[in-house]
């Protein structure tokens, strides 16, 4: 089949079952995600769960019961952790999953820090692991506008690491730094 012919059958079977895929991209990001805190760790399982999304949503619309819809959710959670996975082997081997506020500390200073939207509520799911500490929801700065990151159990880098502070805001000399998240 032509890939035009293709994507206009796939993308109404997609939209009449969004209700499925949204929730299952959700979950793959919730579950996937909580395994490191680090930058990749974030980005991995977002494009884990949206390539497995679309490569599910093709399979399934090529298969004999045509189905995108059930496709895509089994990709993205697939995907997500996935590329959670991959995203968290990253952290730990540049060093991205930050143990001190020196380390956690960026270039983005500003004179007057933006105000961040107000914290969303968390949904708390069962503790997965003895050795995990939940993490609260809060906004991250990229140096530009604020992220929304969904509070989640996460496992400590190491033992003697108990506790996560969140991104926050450091008056500094003149002005403000932004410092991300990390362990103490």
């Given amino acids: 089949m ?3 012919r293709l994507f206009t059958r796939l993308i109404p079977d997609l939209m009449k079952t969004s209700q ?10 919730l579950l996937a995600g909580c395994v490191g805190t680090g930058p990749n760790t ?16 093709i399979i399934g619309n090529n298969s004999g019961s045509h189905n995108g819809a059930s496709g895509a959710a089994i990709g993205a959670l697939a995907g997500g952790i996935a590329g959670g996975t991959l ?15 020196s380390q956690a500390t960026t270039q983005v200073v500003v004179a007057q820090p933006p105000p961040a939207p107000p914290l969303r509520p968390d949904v708390v799911i069962a503790r997965p692991a003895s050795d995990t500490v939940w993490v609260q929801g809060y906004w991250t700065y990229d140096g530009y506008r604020y992220a929304w990151i969904s509070g989640c159990w996460a496992r400590p880098p190491h033992r003697r690491y108990q506790a996560y502070v969140p991104p926050h805001w450091m008056h500094r000399g003149g002005g403000y730094v932004y410092v991300q998240g990390y362990w103490r």
């Fill in 87 to 101: 995203g968290n082997s990253l952290d730990h081997q540049r060093g991205t999953l930050y143990t001190s506020e």
């Fill in 2 to 4: 032509e890939p035009a």
């Fill in 42 to 57: 974030q980005q991995g399982v977002i494009g884990g769960a949206a390539l497995g999304a679309l490569t599910g949503a």
């Fill in 20 to 29: 499925r895929l949204l929730p299952s991209l959700a979950l793959a990001s």
